[in-house]
């Protein structure tokens, strides 16, 4: 099976659309893990303990990897989740042309899914495109405030935003069934846009956590009409305990509420 219906049995399956993103800020990281080997790959193993069986797929975002033992982590975290039997999303919105782009795909040989930019267009992203099996989600439009500052330009020769231009092409392009679209919770109007305009392609959906998304729009919008898409929390989750000794426990009871609160819309 493709990505995609992996993704659709772990929802049905969990009764789930959380997406637990795996950001371990060595700045915030709990002190009993810091000093233990990889502290980033402890914290994260000790996250997926507490959230597997509320978490339909978990999205760990490369920039917290950085450095040899960074890439450890990662890899140790990514096993660690598919022994979980949960899928992994790498947030690391790649987006090249070439070899480079071919390269930067190799990164789907451990994970399940990639986030990628498609501003340089189709060819950097044919190399994710074409690995069938694996999944993609486009940025198109994005949650934090200054996502407006490209993606709601009005393009005259389309009369449409490029938020909108985007969100058609990538439809287009999904001739395999592996793409997704990134589309924030904070701006519900433009999120039942895209859903208008891209009905078949699942949403990865950021924004309902520390950024006050609308969790009902996320929930109707976010999903195909087969029930597919997700919706991440990162901080509200994984540092929900942060002044906690059982920081643990306090981040599975934190995607539980968000589990719980998204299938009230459901």
């Not at 795909?105 to 099996?133: C, H, K, W």
């Not at 009902?216 to 195909?224: C, D, F, S």
Request: hydrophobic fraction near 40%.
């Amino acid at each position: 099976m493709g990505f995609f219906e992996d993704l659709a049995a772990r929802i049905d399956s969990r009764d789930t659309m959380v997406c637990v993103g795996l950001d371990p800020d060595p700045d915030r990281l709990p002190e009993d893990v810091r000093d233990a080997e990889l502290p980033r790959w402890q914290f994260n193993r000790r996250i997926i303990d507490a959230t597997h069986e509320c978490a339909a797929c978990y999205k760990p975002n490369a920039a917290f990897y950085e450095g040899a033992d960074g890439w450890r982590a990662l890899a140790e975290t990514i096993a660690y989740a598919h022994g979980k039997d949960v899928p992994v999303i790498l947030d690391a919105k790649r987006g090249d042309i070439g070899n480079t782009a071919r390269q930067y795909a190799s990164a789907l040989d451990r994970a399940d899914a990639i986030t990628v930019n498609p501003y340089m267009g189709r060819d950097s992203l044919q190399p994710f495109l074409s690995r069938e099996e694996k999944g993609i989600f486009a940025l198109c439009r994005t949650s934090n405030p200054g996502g407006k500052d490209f993606q709601n330009l009005e393009l005259a020769s389309y009369d449409e935003y490029l938020y909108e231009h985007v969100a058609r092409r990538m439809a287009e392009w999904d001739e395999h069934g592996n793409v997704g679209l990134v589309v924030g919770a904070t701006r519900p109007e433009e999120l039942e846009r895209v859903r208008e305009i891209a009905p078949d392609l699942p949403f990865l959906v950021p924004g309902v956590g520390a950024q006050g998304g609308d969790v009902e729009a996320a929930v109707e919008h976010g999903r195909t009409a087969a029930g597919v898409g997700v919706v991440n929390s990162t901080r509200g989750i994984i540092f929900a305990g942060e002044e906690r000794e059982d920081w643990d426990r306090a981040a599975g009871a934190a995607a539980k509420r968000l589990r719980d609160r998204l299938n009230e819309y459901r």
